[in-house]
């Protein structure tokens, strides 16, 4: 288990913006050969994949929320962001982050975001 | 976008016993299935890879099988710390999908 992060605000208002960070701890985020992924989940019900990262800069979104969707890298604070544009009350939910590009070996223990004015 | 169906919904089963969960995928996901465990306040943790490698560590009572669009996994005799609900998810096709779940209780 690679220990993972994350951190942000918790409430955000509508049409804003969201901004998460995941700290990633136990080795380098651009050591090994892993993606890292983002997932969120609303209260009781299931999961949602948002996107991932490779070290290199290589992106995949859901293409559900890639027009409101950028994830980054920073490999000097071992670091990966999430950040999503417009956000509605839809995008309540607890965000995860994870370790994997397939499935997901190690995750974060999820930040709750609430969005409402 | 492949659809993971998961039943049933809620199995309700008595600590010892056997316990076979479901996974129906839209389109063939070539054995690139994961199963996964979440608990109440939780992160989900992996339990299975690959439709049928468990990962490390993981009790040898939770087995994963199945091909093409169908999958199981199987509890072969619950303990109490196995109540909680499973997730399966594909990693063959974008975007990466999870089923709804199937949650284990006492019966």
């Known amino acids: 288990q690679v220990p993972l992060q994350e951190s942000g605000p918790g409430l955000v208002k509508p049409s804003q913006t969201l901004s998460l960070t995941c700290s990633v701890s136990?080795?380098?985020?651009?050591?090994?050969?892993?993606?890292w992924s983002w997932i969120r989940q609303p209260a009781g019900k299931g999961l949602e994949w948002i996107g991932r990262?490779?070290?290199?800069?290589?992106?995949n979104y859901n293409p559900s929320l890639e027009s409101r969707v950028t994830i980054s890298v920073d490999t000097s604070k071992n670091q990966f962001s999430l950040t999503l544009r417009s956000v509605t009350a839809a995008d309540t939910a607890v965000y995860y982050c994870?370790?994997?590009?397939?499935?997901?070996?190690?995750w974060g223990q999820g930040t709750l975001v609430t969005v409402s004015s | 976008e492949i659809v993971m169906t998961q039943s049933p919904a809620t199995l309700s089963v008595s600590p010892g016993e056997r316990a076979t969960l479901s996974c129906r995928a839209s389109?063939?996901?070539?054995?690139?299935l994961a199963w996964y465990q979440q608990k109440p306040g939780q992160a989900p943790r992996v339990l299975i890879y690959?439709?049928?490698t468990r990962a490390s560590g993981l009790p040898a009572r939770f087995s994963g099988s199945g091909s093409g669009t169908e999958y199981t996994l199987t509890i072969s005799s619950l303990q109490s710390e196995d109540f909680a609900v499973y997730y399966c998810?594909?990693?063959?096709?974008?975007?990466?999908?999870f089923g709804q779940g199937t949650k284990v209780e006492i019966k």
């Open positions: 136990g080795g380098s985020i651009s050591s090994g050969s892993y993606y």
């Open positions: 990262i490779y070290p290199n800069g290589n992106i």
């Open positions: 994870a370790r994997g590009g397939g499935y997901y070996s190690s």
């Open positions: 389109q063939s996901v070539n054995s690139n």
């Open positions: 690959g439709a049928s």
């Open positions: 998810q594909q990693y063959n096709n974008w975007p990466r999908t």
